[in-house]
């Protein structure tokens, strides 16, 4: 059968929008979206073919976490940190793990945040101790996306030897001594299963290591960085497109009783300057966003500037883009049944995800005034 992308995305989008408020008010995993999306092709979609996936390269993958989040963000940021956990597998995994990815058996996530270095997820604490064949993992991780739901965590640690940075590890979820202090209960985005990973004596094969021992950081900055951040700006730009639709949906349906039946609250200048305003952040988003592709895919030398700026200006419109939808839909906003408090909510979690948006700004800043990042 010939893989059509946006006729998957299509069913996989659906499947999202049929069971988004329930995954929201119970606060549970999208299992059904996921389902959908492994049966559909998916979750194979950036494995290469001759591991049986599709192939696809990062654009193809942001523009189905786009089209998703504007259906349910929490779908959006599970499928974000499997594609951003299957770029390291790709690059240094297994022949057996790419060839589960692509049978849809494998469903990837990052364990990177832990609680000794915050939002620093490049400067892990928790250790890795060599032992035989084996390696002995110990960490506190904070916050791991899909932390009981998926397959394996892609998890960083301090290398077995030597003062480098980092390391990498294919960690199951199952093994012994892995802890998973769920449920997730937060304000947004509240079915994505985030929740603290604690290792004990955690023994993984030494075969586990994605990429040479202290190679980490060269890893999570040049293949996972790309790939997070413009998935994670996809989900925040497809909250910002759906809240534009729904309040311009609100406006042109909501009357007053009292006047002219015709007279709607898309007549009031003030309801139209507010839409407007909406529309524009969201297209000058969008338009960075694709500019960014452009110049990954060329390999330019402003890419990972660009990448840096991308995921500030996402997060940043959908939050202001939210702000608006709530004034523009007032009272009813606060309805859960308009869709709009919902991805108020979600649309936060962009501002606080490692790299922060203020973190992003000292970077950027950093870079065009001439300082090092680190």
């Given amino acids: 059968m010939t893989f059509e992308l946006e006729k998957a995305t299509a069913v996989v989008a659906e499947t999202a929008r049929e069971h988004a408020v329930e995954v929201d008010v119970a606060g549970s995993f999208p299992q059904a979206t996921i389902d959908a999306a492994r049966e559909q092709g998916l979750l194979a979609l950036t494995t290469d073919t001759a591991h049986g996936g599709h192939g696809r390269g990062l654009r193809d993958a942001a523009t189905v976490i786009e089209r998703i989040a504007r259906e349910c963000g929490s779908s959006a940021m599970v499928l974000t940190m499997h594609y ?8 240094f995994g297994s022949d057996e793990v790419r060839k589960d990815v692509a049978a849809g058996k494998h469903l990837s996530t990052l364990a990177f945040s832990e ?29 791991v996306t899909s932390a009981s739901k998926a397959t394996a965590y892609v998890w960083s640690s301090k290398p077995t030897a030597g003062e480098e940075a980092s390391s990498l590890w294919l960690v199951p979820r199952e093994a012994a001594g892995l802890t998973v202090d769920g449920p997730f209960d937060g ?52 909250l910002a497109e759906s809240l534009v639709q729904k309040s311009a949906e609100h406006a042109s349906g909501m009357t007053y009783a009292h006047m002219d039946k015709d007279n709607a609250l898309r ?50 419109t959908a939050s202001e883009v939210a702000d608006i939808a709530m004034r523009v ?46």
């Fill in 84 to 91: 951003a956990g299957n770029a390291v597998i790709e690059a």
């Fill in 115 to 143: 609680s000794g270095s915050r939002s620093h997820f490049w400067a892990p604490v928790s250790t890795a101790t060599a032992n035989g064949d084996k390696v002995e993992l110990d960490a506190s991780k904070s916050w």
């Fill in 187 to 238: 304000l947004g985005l509240r079915g994505n299963d985030s929740a603290p990973v604690t290792a004990k004596g955690v023994e993984i094969p030494s075969a586990n290591r994605l990429g040479d021992d202290g190679a980490g950081f060269g890893i999570m900055m040049q293949t996972v960085l790309p790939t997070f951040s413009m998935c994670i700006a996809a989900g925040s730009l497809g």
């Fill in 267 to 316: 007549d009031l200048p003030t309801i139209r300057a507010y839409l407007a305003r909406m529309r524009i952040q969201v297209s000058m988003a969008k338009a960075l966003w694709q500019a960014t592709f452009d110049a990954i895919e060329q390999g330019r030398e402003d890419a990972p500037l660009k990448v840096l700026e991308t995921k500030a200006a996402a997060a940043d």
């Fill in 329 to 374: 839909c007032g009272g009813m906003a606060f309805r859960k049944e308009v869709g709009v408090e919902r991805m108020f909510r979600d649309t936060r979690a962009a501002l606080v995800m490692a790299p922060t948006s203020d973190q992003l700004y000292d970077f950027i800043g950093k870079a065009i005034t001439g300082l090092p990042l680190f």
